[in-house]
């Protein structure tokens, strides 16, 4: 590896990109929270724990270990494997049913708009929830004239 590589590898971050990573993070943070907060109140997901990434096109929140135990161990028993794929894909069709608040909500916060959303439930007992962004935008709600 050649000094100025180096360098760019080790250089410390100027103020601005860790200002720009700071911000990054609280709102990963502020994402994650309100999706758990959404899969409690509308869809009894009690997740162990909340990560968010936020990238330029999509958002993915994933709620660890959010089905019941014994909804995990039916989805992931090999003699229950139909009820078990049946039980996977009751969550995200209850997701479609509720999701526009938390799509305005992420919306709002992202200030982009929220152009579709999906849920898909792992038979690990995850909860991954997917969203593709769309361009620029306030992604608020804008009063008629």
Do not use: C
């Not at 590898?9 to 758990?36: F, G, H, Y």
Request: proline content about 6%; overall charge positive; glycine content about 6%.
């Amino acid at each position: 590896m050649t000094k100025e590589a180096k360098e760019m590898v080790t250089r410390p971050r100027d103020d601005k990109e860790m200002q720009m990573s700071k911000n990054n993070e609280r709102l990963e943070r502020e994402i994650a929270e309100a999706v758990r907060t959404f899969g409690m109140e509308w869809m009894a997901l009690a997740a162990r724990s909340v990560s968010a990434k936020l990238r330029p096109r999509d958002l993915v929140v994933t709620l660890h270990d959010a089905l019941p135990p014994a909804e995990r161990d039916l989805a992931a028993k090999a003699k229950a494997e139909a009820a078990g794929r049946a039980l996977l894909r009751l969550y995200p069709a209850q997701f479609d049913a509720v999701k526009k608040d938390l799509e305005i909500e992420l919306s709002r916060k992202v200030g982009r708009p929220i152009r579709r959303s999906e849920l898909r439930a792992r038979k690990s007992g995850d909860a991954v929830f997917l969203f593709t962004l769309g361009a620029g935008g306030s992604g608020r709600r804008r009063r008629p004239p």
